[in-house]
């Protein structure tokens, strides 16, 4: 009985002191930045040797965690994701709520690095859930405030307003005992009013930030008085308050340059363009654009010199590896005090071997699992890495095509400010050249459109739309362009209101797209008509031309992306092929249908059918 109470005595301190020097490693790794992520390695590795030994169950969870530090470190943000969601999992397994709230924010911060802002929401709704429920306030108005951006990312404002209103109620009590600086908050008010168009709110949040940060000293609090005074010249450029905006952005650009940062110097810049454009000076807007697109792509292309620091940090190999030998000693002399007891557990041989059969049916069994896991995982690299190829392109579309087609356009109101001096011919080409440039850059807004459409980053705003009302105010916005090719406009609805609960800017879209087309395609001097109709359990909306009509063997692919059809514009009008693709992809959000009936030369009829 004895020697059994011995046992289970010298178990429970080796579990304790091993489990100690568990926590000890990771309390180092976690701590450790990207210049010595050699370090958080060797961390994980240590704990997921040691943590099968000790019994720890969160020894699991703190390896994973440190795995998918030292990838986010290396910039492997989709083998990052991979362990963190398996941190994720083990901490679930455990019901351990702090390493659940842990894992989630790596997640959330990963998925807004790779440009994943509905997934980061998801995220940090999840890490707000947890919060209530630990009654930790602190941690709960975190996550409201790193909520805030992602909703105005998305656009939707109002959300991001309550979420932050919300924080504001919690915050307030905390900030009063001086238990919480709400600089961030009140940053992220400004920014959400900001966006909501209140610039008057949006200044007063900005200025109280800036008066703040001005007591405090030091690069740390001229970065975020930076932050602060950029805001405001871009708040009251908006306003078209612009000495007040120019008094800010040129404070701006004087932090900028005493922190010796180009990625502010390139943002300042861009502001300081914007407003140059405000006050006509088109030559000075287009040198601070230069300025910002030549700083802008100099950051861009640092990127490629990341290796070059790889290569420097194996100098630094030696330094790590005295760590490493001095957390060995460490653990080394924490075990010596309990070797004086292992001849005890000789009686113990016997289990042991036990133990270690069970153990080798046990690793069969999880090798096989593994198998399935490592399939799964890499299936979901695969489409992750698409999607991110997809972001990529999408981000090298707005960044690097519009900024050429800004230039182009820039240089055209320049000529034109002194249009007197050129000849017709000069005049002829100038205009050309502006109608070439509004073209390109509507074709990217094409572009990017179909994305975000396909990606569903609209959430629907269902409102009782009058249809009657609503019809009138879609065709009185196509008149003009119906009375420069003499086309007459007729409405079709009925005499009573006739209401229908929907998104009124899906809606607005899909028509005007139908609308231009029906105009574009119809020849001077014919009709085209809207219909609007009640069919009892769904509304019908029909567009219909005297226009030149379709091929019957191109209307199976009239709805796809990009497609060309033969058929072209009356009046030489653009067409991208992307209109109907767009039409085709709202009608199906707001759950209906749509179909083309067309004849060549006779016109075509499109019809939508909207459920109720």
Not at 275 to 303: F, H, P
Not at 345 to 368: C, E, G, P, Q
Not at 568 to 590: A, Y
Request: charged share 25%; glycine share 4%; with cysteine.
């Amino acid at each position: 009985m004895t020697l059994f109470l011995l046992l289970i005595i010298y178990s429970a301190l080796s579990a304790q002191m091993d489990s100690a020097s568990i926590i000890a490693a990771y309390g180092k790794g976690i701590h450790f930045t990207e210049a010595q992520v050699d370090s958080i390695r060797y961390y994980a590795d240590f704990i997921d040797q040691a943590g099968p030994k000790t019994g720890y169950l969160k020894a699991r969870v703190m390896a994973l965690r440190l795995h998918g530090f030292y990838y986010e470190n290396k910039a492997d943000y989709k083998r990052a994701i991979d362990y963190y969601l398996q941190s994720l999992d083990e901490a679930r397994k455990i019901d351990d709520i702090q390493h659940q709230i842990n894992a989630l924010t790596d997640l959330a911060v990963m998925y807004t690095e790779m440009k994943q802002p509905k997934k980061a929401k998801d995220v940090y709704l999840e890490c707000v859930a947890l919060n209530k429920k630990r009654g930790d306030a602190g941690s709960l108005l975190t996550s409201y405030i790193n909520l805030a951006p992602l909703y105005n990312h998305l656009g939707l404002y109002d959300s991001a307003l309550l979420f932050l209103q919300e924080g504001l109620r919690i915050g307030k009590p905390l900030e009063e005992q001086g238990k919480e600086d709400l600089s961030n908050l009140y940053n992220n008010l400004g920014q959400t009013y900001y966006f909501l168009k209140n610039y008057d709110k949006a200044i007063i949040y900005f200025a109280d930030n800036y008066r703040h940060h001005v007591a405090a000293q030091g690069l740390t609090a001229k970065a975020t008085q930076w932050f602060d005074v950029l805001n405001l010249a871009d708040a009251y450029t908006q306003k078209n308050v612009l000495d007040s905006a120019g008094k800010y952005a040129a404070l701006a650009l004087s932090l900028a340059e005493q922190l010796n940062a180009r990625s502010k110097q390139s943002d300042t810049y861009q502001i300081l363009s914007k407003l140059a454009q405000r006050r006509g000076d088109y030559r000075k807007a287009y040198e601070y654009q230069s300025k910002w697109y030549e700083l802008d792509t100099a950051i861009v292309n640092g990127e490629t010199y990341k290796a070059i620091a790889e290569l420097e940090e194996k100098y630094e190999a030696r330094q790590h590896e005295n760590e490493m030998l001095l957390l060995q000693g460490e653990i080394t002399q924490q075990k010596f005090h309990t070797r004086i007891m292992v001849i005890m557990s000789i009686s113990l041989l016997l289990i042991a071997i036990l133990a270690a059969m069970a153990f080798v049916i046990k690793r069969k069994v999880n090798r096989k699992l593994q198998a399935t896991n490592d399939l799964v995982t890499r299936q979901n690299e695969r489409l992750s890495e698409l999607n991110f190829e997809k972001n990529s392109l999408i981000s090298i579309v707005s960044h690097d095509l519009s900024t050429p087609f800004a230039s182009i356009g820039m240089w055209a109101q320049l000529l034109q400010v002194d249009a007197s001096n050129l000849t017709a011919e000069q005049k002829k080409a100038l205009n050309r050249i502006e109608q070439a440039t509004a073209y390109g850059e509507k074709l990217i807004r094409h572009i990017l459109d179909v994305e975000k459409v396909q990606t569903n980053q609209h959430k629907l705003q269902l409102e009782n739309v009058d249809l009657r009302i609503f019809s009138e105010s879609v065709i009185d916005t196509f008149q003009p362009a119906a009375d420069k090719k003499n086309i007459q406009l007729h409405l079709e609805c009925p005499e009573k209101s006739l209401y229908f609960l929907s998104d009124r800017q899906l809606l607005s879209r899909m028509l005007e797209n139908l609308l231009s087309n029906a105009i574009k395609y119809t020849d001077q001097g014919k009709n085209v008509w809207m219909s609007v109709s009640d069919e009892r359990d769904a509304i019908s909306i029909k567009v219909r031309d005297e226009g030149v009509g379709i091929e019957k063997d191109e209307l199976p692919h009239l709805f796809s992306k990009y497609s060309k059809i033969s058929s072209q514009p009356t009046n030489g009008e653009p067409s991208t092929g992307l209109g109907l693709s767009i039409v085709k992809r709202i009608c199906e959000e707001l759950n209906g249908q749509i179909h083309c009936e067309s004849c060549p030369g006779e016109g075509s009829i499109f019809t939508v059918v909207l459920k109720k």
